[in-house]
């Protein structure tokens, strides 16, 4: 690599920060590696990259969240169209729900989002969510930052799809769209708490046909429900949408509520503010990952947690005493 060039020193570097797509899924790939020469590899990638100030203009990030069946891959392909038509680049990062037994997924975004998988603006990847929670895989985090390096505005943030529990993507984002169906009966889930709460705008999608009156009566209730919670710190009342991906109606408003959503924090400071907690948020999770695998991988530790099992079969510990015991042990090996 030449000094002129003042990239940061990693192989995938120059390529990445110029927007070489094989460059981006070989860095992802290596995020999401099981090994752990993949993980250093990965590691010193990051850490190269955090060197380089990006100069490009500052990125948006949006989750989009919501059961499956309410049409999120078409929706995004709706959205991700328009944004390409405005000459942005986009980056889809989807997450497949994985099988608890052997770990596998469908992985089949691409087929369902034809049309942006075809454009040279676009971006799709697909990534599993094996045994991570929240609605988001384990290296989601580091693949937004790799989609940003490689100079792409908006990435879009695909949920497993599980409703109430999908809160950890909220840490990821600037901007959360919760997406629900017209006339599914779940309208006593929006006084809930949860995801309900943490939604900066709902988006009854499908509001198209015969569900057209229904998506209108589901986003007067909403509207009221979202009356009950309080309200945001930075004055912002999540507005309630209505869309129809496959008559691409809706999109622009929900696009403008975005781009008003982060003048808003941009302007009154909270933008920065954010990006900085949710990289605390970052390491925090990325250290307690690490703290576990320290754990898991110490042999004696395993060892103790065999007899420990076998003591709270036999009733001789408690939970929580046996637990104490595996924590005291571990303490004194540090």
């Not at 006339?183 to 929006?190: S, T, Y």
């Not at 015969?210 to 009356?227: N, T, Y």
């Not at 008559?247 to 003048?263: F, K, L, P, R």
Request: with cysteine; charged share 20%; glycine share 8%.
């Amino acid at each position: 690599m030449k000094k002129k060039d003042n990239l940061p020193n990693h192989p995938l570097c120059a390529p990445l920060l110029k927007g070489d797509i094989q460059a981006l899924s070989k860095a992802i790939s290596l995020m999401e590696s099981q090994l752990k020469k993949h993980h250093e590899e990965a590691a010193g990638l990051l850490a190269a990259l955090k060197t380089w100030q990006p100069t490009k203009k500052q990125s948006i990030r949006v989750a989009i969240s919501g059961v499956p069946g309410v049409g999120k891959s078409t929706f995004i392909e709706a959205l991700g169209s328009y944004l390409i038509q405005k000459n942005r680049k986009v980056a889809v990062l989807t997450i497949d729900p994985s099988s608890q037994k052997s770990g596998g997924s469908i992985l089949g975004d691409k087929t369902r989002m034809p049309l942006l998988s075809q454009s040279p603006l676009a971006y799709i990847r697909t990534t599993p969510a094996a045994a991570t929670l929240g609605g988001v895989a384990s290296n989601t985090r580091a693949s937004i930052q790799l989609c940003e390096a490689a100079g792409f505005e908006v990435i879009l943030i695909e949920t497993v799809g599980v409703g109430q529990n999908e809160l950890s993507v909220h840490e990821l984002v600037d901007f959360f769209l919760l997406l629900k169906l017209p006339g599914a009966g779940d309208e006593i889930q929006g006084i809930k708490r949860g995801i309900m709460e943490v939604a900066d705008a709902l988006l009854i999608n499908k509001a198209d046909g015969a569900g057209a009156p229904l998506a209108k009566k589901a986003q007067q209730f909403f509207q009221a429900a979202l009356h009950a919670f309080p309200q945001k710190e930075n004055g912002w009342n999540p507005p309630v949408l209505l869309a129809s991906a496959i008559e691409n109606t809706g999109i622009t408003e929900v696009w403008s509520q975005i781009e008003a959503y982060v003048a808003l924090q941009k302007k009154n400071g909270q933008f920065l503010i954010q990006r900085q907690q949710q990289e605390i948020l970052g390491w925090q999770g990325q250290l307690n990952e690490m703290l576990l695998q320290e754990f898991n991988q110490d042999p004696s530790i395993q060892s103790l947690i065999k007899r420990l099992a076998l003591g709270i079969k036999k009733g001789e510990h408690t939970a929580a005493s046996a637990s104490k015991e595996a924590i005291k042990a571990f303490r004194k090996q540090a």
